[in-house]
């Protein structure tokens, strides 16, 4: 487990606004903790600084893991799952009814691990 110093953790929750990069959650709608998440995980040699960091809900967190790429299931190709710090949300997610988020393109698509709902899990 990495230790990070407060200042860190204050910088990562400052710039998300307190809401999940990844599925866009607020905070205080969430009963269990965010944790803050290594984009490219330790164990595939990222790094604990602000670059590779997200501030993430125990849902996304837990379902991302160390996962960098998935496979999209309308074209089955893998492709290199979503990062808050080199794209745009809006890129690659929208809010619609049914689903709650649905996707826009092959990348978004492949981040099954990062739904609002239960559905793929």
Known sequence: MTVLS????EV???RAGNRCE?????????VGGFQVDHILARSRGGRTEADNLAWACPHCNAHKW???VGVDPESNQTVTLFNPRTQT?????QWSEEPLRSCRNLSARACN???LTDEQS
């Not at 407060?6 to 953790?9: F, P």
């Not at 949300?89 to 997610?93: C, E, I, L, R, V």
């Open 6 to 9: 407060d200042q860190l953790r």
């Open 12 to 14: 990562v929750v400052q």
């Open 22 to 30: 990844y599925c866009q959650l607020p905070a205080q709608l969430q």
């Open 66 to 68: 160390a996962q960098v």
């Open 89 to 93: 949300w809006a890129d690659h997610f």
């Open 113 to 115: 691990c990062c739904t």
